[in-house]
């Protein structure tokens, strides 16, 4: 078998007649709210928007779902990322807590809302567990206990209990509920579907080059015509050309995944329970999941971005590199080749969280960038930029903001 290099199994797999199209967008008009970017984030505050009944306006440069969404490692975890304990270094056991409910929340509500939206995205609930080799156990048993203490609810995990359920070689773990598989794309393309069902209008290929803004209002302007708009949401990953200023909050990061061929049942016996997202201390970390098809899917070996000319033999090393490190957890899987390797580009702050809310620099504008480390930023962002479009920000959600 060939791997296929640089195209996600999720855009790749999808047959072209089930992929929305959209229009381009042309002409002079007004909106309550002009989103910028339709990955997860945008579509998900889009229907947020129309089913509040704000008159929404979406628009995407390239074509929807297929930026840093639809290469993900199709993960909705209850977990923003960072360590608590490096949450609350930085901003406090409160805001760590509050950060860390806010995810959980999320991820709820986004499985929640794509069930009753019955958008068939293959969402599957899971546990998570994170484990440590070695050395890493005392940091685990530390990160462990300071979320129990913050009264956040997970288990911890022997040697023989790891080897039982996960046929894993491990000093110790830790379990937590409430995380989800999917296919982010579909996910993506659904909640745009709903969104326009609600009356929220989406442009493709529509890239906005500008965003100017008096003391009423803001003018978002595309290629083909400008939009007058009360409240502007940019939802672009990362902070791209348009908002250069704001690039010095976002270091360039690139992560990679392998997607292996389906895993022969013989084989599958002697690796972990499918039902487990596994991720490890690694720095960086690597995420590991079952994925439709029973194939694995490995994401990590992340680093700072690389030159154009050179990734493509980047990308081809770092699948290697993947397969060979999965290779050493689970030997079992010896011979079993990459169907997929792919890169993801993202937009990483200095503590790791996503940017959501408002920048004084910006009026009218409120931001929703960076990489979450999975799709459930998308749902904690929709749920605080409804709040703050509809004047009733909360307290509680300034620790995303700008000024952190
Ligand atoms: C290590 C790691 C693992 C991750 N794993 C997952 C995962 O498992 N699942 C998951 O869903 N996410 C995952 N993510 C997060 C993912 O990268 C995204 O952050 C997330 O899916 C939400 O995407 P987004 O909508 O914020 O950004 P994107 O999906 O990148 O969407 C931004 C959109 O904005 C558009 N755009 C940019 N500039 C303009 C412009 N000027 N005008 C109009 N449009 C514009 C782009 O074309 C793009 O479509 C991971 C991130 C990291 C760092």
């Not at 984030?41 to 639809?70: F, P, Q, S």
């Not at 805001?95 to 794509?114: I, K, N, P, S, T």
């Not at 039982?164 to 409430?178: Q, S």
């Amino acid at each position: 078998m060939r791997t296929r290099f640089g195209s996600s199994p999720y855009i790749h797999e999808l047959p072209s007649s089930r992929v929305p199209a959209y229009p381009r967008f042309r002409g002079d008009r007004a909106a309550d709210v002009v989103i910028i970017g339709a990955g997860l984030t945008g579509c998900a505050v889009a229907h947020a928007c129309a089913a509040a009944g704000l008159d929404t306006l979406v628009l995407e440069a390239e074509r929807i779902g297929r930026g840093g969404t639809g290469r993900g490692a199709g993960l909705l975890l209850p977990d923003p990322g960072p360590s608590f304990r490096a949450l609350a270094a930085a901003h406090g056991v409160r805001d760590a807590r509050r950060v860390f409910e806010a995810w959980r929340r999320g991820a709820m509500e986004g499985a929640a809302l794509l069930r009753r939206l019955r958008i068939n995205c293959q969402l599957a609930p899971r546990d998570s567990m994170l484990v440590a080799r070695g050395d890493e156990e005392r940091a685990l048993r530390r990160e462990f206990d300071a979320r129990r203490e913050a009264g956040l609810e997970l288990t911890w995990q022997s040697p023989k209990q790891l080897h039982t359920r996960m046929k894993l070689d491990a000093a110790a773990g830790v379990r937590m509920r409430d995380s989800f598989t999917l296919d982010p794309y579909r996910a993506c393309l659904g909640l745009l579907t709903a969104a326009v069902r609600r009356g929220a209008e989406c442009f493709e290929q529509s890239r906005v080059m500008k965003v100017r803004f008096t003391r009423r209002h803001a003018d978002v302007i595309a290629a083909h015509g400008t939009i007058r708009a009360g409240k502007v949401v940019v939802a672009t990953g990362s902070a791209t050309a348009e908002f250069k200023p704001l690039r010095r909050h976002l270091k360039r990061r690139e992560t990679y995944f392998a997607l292996t061929a389906p895993v022969p049942a013989a084989v599958r016996k002697q690796l972990g329970d499918p039902a487990i997202v596994l991720a490890d201390m690694g720095t960086p970390p690597h995420r590991i999941r079952w994925a439709p098809g029973d194939r694995l899917l490995v994401g990590g070996a992340d680093q700072g971005e690389t030159p154009p000319k050179t990734r493509s033999a980047v990308l081809v090393q770092r699948t290697g590199q993947l397969m060979y490190e999965l290779l050493t957890m689970y030997p079992a899987i010896s011979g079993l080749q990459a169907e997929y390797g792919w890169d993801a580009s993202y937009g990483e702050a200095y503590d790791g969280l996503m940017y959501i809310g408002a920048h004084r620099n910006y009026p009218h504008h409120l931001f929703a960038l960076g990489g979450s480390g999975s799709a459930t930023g998308a749902f904690v962002a929709s749920r605080i930029l409804l709040r703050a479009l509809q004047g009733s920000p909360d307290k509680a959600d300034e620790v995303f903001g700008w000024t952190r």
